[in-house]
DNA sequence: GCGCCGATTGGCT
DNA sequence: GCCAATCGGCGCC
């Protein structure tokens, strides 16, 4: 049974909401067939005020439309022309904030999860922004909807407050050295950047 | 209209 | 460690 987030669970800035996610589980129906991740690796991206952010451009950049629906709605985008990465929009409704999932560990579905990421070893399914997405299945059939009433839902009832690391966001040349990037101190599911 | 670059990944030097 | 793959937005001609 998932764990529905309190309802403002989103409205809160995206560095606040960030850590909170941590430990919180993914249970994703994408393509008619269960896999669940637990959110090991997370970024937050600020909105229009954060140079990094696909919202600083404004509300064109990237088919970026979702990221100013309402908290809690999904925004998927195509990164390099390949991969999928999901982000969670979160508050003040509007702002483009959003926190970016960088790494999940595999808890359910694995033999799904095994076929979508033919011949890498477990540790490689979904230590990455793009991987989690192939191996959860996620495309952007799931942008623009609401977490709680998609095809991809959230269980907090699996966050704890373990020991929490924060450090700067990677992959990114601009405000690269902000401090927005949080993990799960020890995990040896996170992304290898 | 054209060329460049990115919140990445995986294969090869 | 380096680099190609691949595509849409943006800047500039």
Known sequence: MTQRPPDRFFDAPADDVAPRLLGATLVSRM?????????????AYLGQSDPASHAYRGRRHRGNESLYGPPGTWYVYLSYGMHWCANLVCGPAGS????L???????????TMAERRAGRAREEWCNGPGKLCA???ITRELD???VMASAVRLDLSTAR????????????TKAREWPLRFWLEGTPWRSRA
Do not use: C, H, W, Y
């Open 31 to 43: 393509g008619g067939r269960v896999t669940r991740g637990r959110i090991v690796e997370v970024e």
């Open 96 to 99: 483009g904030g959003a926190v």
């Open 101 to 111: 999932l960088r790494a999940v560990e595999p808890t359910g579905g694995l033999a």
């Open 135 to 137: 191996a959860l299945g």
């Open 144 to 146: 623009g909807s609401r």
């Open 161 to 172: 407050d373990g020991p929490r690391a924060q450090g700067p966001r990677v992959g990114i």
